[in-house]
């Protein structure tokens, strides 16, 4: 049994409340540890521990953040292996995907920006002969991290990095149903010697624990990734407290291929961005959009890739599709499959629960899944899903393709497939999508601005957007003489 901490004030300490909740291994079905049940109380705690380590944190210089957060990253590689097997177990993902994607990007995501402050300057303005104004950019204090299930390490390091290395103390919250790495990033954090209290990781519920975050008076900005319904509450509990907010929201991105593509390019690539993490990223395409003049030949290679893929035991080195996060996220993806079967959709390959044979017989999968014979109105084409299941639908025109992919409340990411340089300039530009990736899907560069509009999001992350947002920017107007 996995007992895991808080690390509250530089140390590893039990809940206040003495109370676990399980944590149990999705492509089992077993419980293998227990998770301390976060209160108010934990959080109070971590506060006060941030708040005292502000002051000397903050006025740290950067050389010397730079220093802890690199030697935290160099920790990591050291130590990828066995972060990779901890992430496959807790969240179901195949372990090779953790050992290539995950890890790597934790240890990335502490470099970029334990570096990036190093290079971090402020703008002035100058007033011809009148007066000089700089911008002083001060670190916000102590603020509040959450991140989910779907890329544990990976997203929480993508939020507590920049906002140390600008120099704020965190009070972070990894998802319930996959604390496992972030429980062992403590241990590394304490083995590099970041001083007591500048990082705080509390562990429980979000209603409970994550929320208590939200509410907290001594948390001045709180950035979050996680679902819109989530991101909508948090916003709601923010506002009359005037936090700083970024939020990091759902999608349900299209992938669009006109006639004129690299046609195998393109296929490869749509089985990569409809299925790695069982289709459990927010960047996924979910929703295939296709020209009508390759649609049965594309449809009929796809359909076969897909059905060779392998679901299996996330341990094994050759699987390409784990285990869903949790039963209940098994259930509610099984529920949109019979959802699309009602809607009038046909399901063209997967659509059932997989019992995988020895010991992950217990385990939460599901076969990928296509589906089609669907409009752009109904749920299945609406909602986010998050899991194995995609949706393809046929277009005429360049205008058509347009109307479909803007078809949604969501605007995270979209990924479109054309050699015609001029289309790509002119679609990319209406597309209604924080992020567009041409002829390619998830290249990603950590200087970039990253996020959503519409309901997939408010702000940026990334680059030096993501230092401006955990810094206050104070304008200083000097006048000359
Ligand atoms: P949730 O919104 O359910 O949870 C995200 C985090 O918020 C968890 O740590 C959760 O805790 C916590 N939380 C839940 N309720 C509250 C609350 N009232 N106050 C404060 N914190 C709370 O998302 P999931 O974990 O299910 O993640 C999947 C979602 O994340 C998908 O919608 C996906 O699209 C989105 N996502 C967006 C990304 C982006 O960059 N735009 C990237 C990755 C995922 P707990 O789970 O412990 O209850």
């Known amino acids: 049994m996995k007992i895991i901490a808080h690390y509250i004030d530089g140390k590893l300490v039990e809940p206040a409340n003495g109370r676990y909740i399980d ?4 492509s089992t079905g077993e419980l293998y540890g ?7 109380e934990d959080v109070d705690l971590a506060v006060a521990a941030a708040t005292r380590a502000f002051p000397s944190w903050s006025k740290t210089p950067a050389a010397e953040r ?3 957060l690199v030697r935290i990253a160099d920790l990591i590689a050291e130590h990828s292996q066995m972060l990779a097997e901890a992430e496959a177990m807790d969240n179901g993902k195949p372990v090779s995907l953790a050992g290539r994607m995950d890890i790597p990007r934790a240890e990335d995501n502490m470099r970029f920006f334990g570096t990036a402050i190093l290079h971090w300057s402020s703008e002035a303005h100058i007033m ?3 007066a000089i104004n700089y911008t002083n950019r001060k670190p916000i204090g102590v603020v509040g991290c959450i991140s989910p299930w779907n890329l544990p390490l990976y997203l929480f390091t993508w939020k507590i990095a920049p906002a140390l290395a600008a120099g704020n103390c965190v009070v972070a919250k990894p998802s319930e149903l996959t604390p496992m790495t972030a429980f062992l990033f403590s241990k ?3 083995e590099a010697g970041l001083p007591a209290g500048v990082l705080n990781i509390v562990h429980g519920l979000g209603t409970t624990t994550g929320e208590a975050i939200v509410n907290h008076t001594g948390i001045k900005a709180v950035s979050f990734t996680g679902g819109t319904a989530t991101g909508s509450r948090i916003a709601a509990v923010a506002a009359p407290r005037f936090k700083k907010l970024s939020l990091e929201l759902g999608g349900k991105n299209p992938f669009i291929v006109f006639d004129d593509c690299d046609l195998d390019k393109a296929l490869k690539t749509v089985v990569r961005a409809a299925f790695t993490n069982q289709g459990q990223i927010c960047l996924c395409g979910s929703r295939i959009l296709i020209q009508s003049g390759i649609y049965d030949r594309f449809v009929s290679a796809l359909i076969e890739k897909v059905s060779a893929m392998k679901v299996g035991d996330p341990m094994l080195q050759d699987t390409q599709t784990g285990a869903l996060v949790s039963e209940a996220h098994m259930n509610k993806v099984l529920g949109y499959i019979d959802l699309a079967r009602q809607e009038g959709g046909t399901v063209r390959c997967g659509g059932k629960r997989v019992i995988v044979e020895g010991p992950c017989s217990g385990g939460f999968f599901i076969e990928p899944t296509i589906i089609d014979g669907l409009g752009p109105d109904c749920r299945t084409n609406q909602e986010e899903i998050f899991g194995p299941v995609v949706t393809l639908q046929s277009f005429e025109t360049e205008t058509e393709a347009l ?3 803007n ?4 605007g995270l990411a979209a990924s479109l497939w054309t050699t015609d340089v001029n289309r790509a300039h002119r679609f990319s530009a209406a597309l209604e999508s924080g992020i567009v990736w041409v002829n390619t899907w998830l290249l990603r560069d950590l200087r970039t601005p990253f996020g959503g509009v519409k309901h997939s999001g408010v702000g940026r992350e990334g680059g030096w957007e993501a230092l401006r947002f955990f810094t206050e920017p104070q304008n200083v107007c000097i006048e000359i003489g």
């Open 66 to 68: 730079s220093r802890v």
């Open 407 to 410: 078809a949604t409340q969501y």
């Open 403 to 405: 109307r479909l992919a």
């Open 188 to 190: 590394l954090c304490i």
């Open 23 to 26: 944590n149990i291994n999705p």
């Open 34 to 40: 227990k998770i301390p049940e976060g209160s108010p």
């Open 128 to 130: 011809e002969d009148r």
